[in-house]
């Protein structure tokens, strides 16, 4: 979710867990949740820290979920609970929470 809401908010973004699920793709509440508010969900899908280079971005945040990452060099932890499996109220109150925290970043740069 937190790609997607990234995107639509305007920050190039790329989202990725420590052990995302080989089988399957992105959790359907979690699609349909962000279908609800018109956010485009084509071509996610879930890939592995591992398969990203860290030095590629400006920041790296944590969704939390309780999951450590010592690899990398985290700018910020948002110490959200992983919705996966939980009601469709849960997703909304993480994409909800998601969309605050993206919407409080400062920009890097600006044209103004």
Known sequence: MAEAIAREKGHEAVSAGTDPPKDRGVA???????????????????????????????????????????????????GLEDPLGQDIEIYRKTRDMISKFVSDLVPLSTDA
């Open 28 to 78: 359907e509440n979690a699609l349909t949740v962000l279908e609800e508010v018109g956010i485009e969900t084509s071509g996610l899908y879930p890939k592995s820290i591992d398969s990203l280079e860290s030095e590629e971005f400006d920041k790296i945040i944590s969704m939390g979920c309780g999951v450590s990452c010592p690899n990398l060099p985290i700018d910020k932890d948002w």
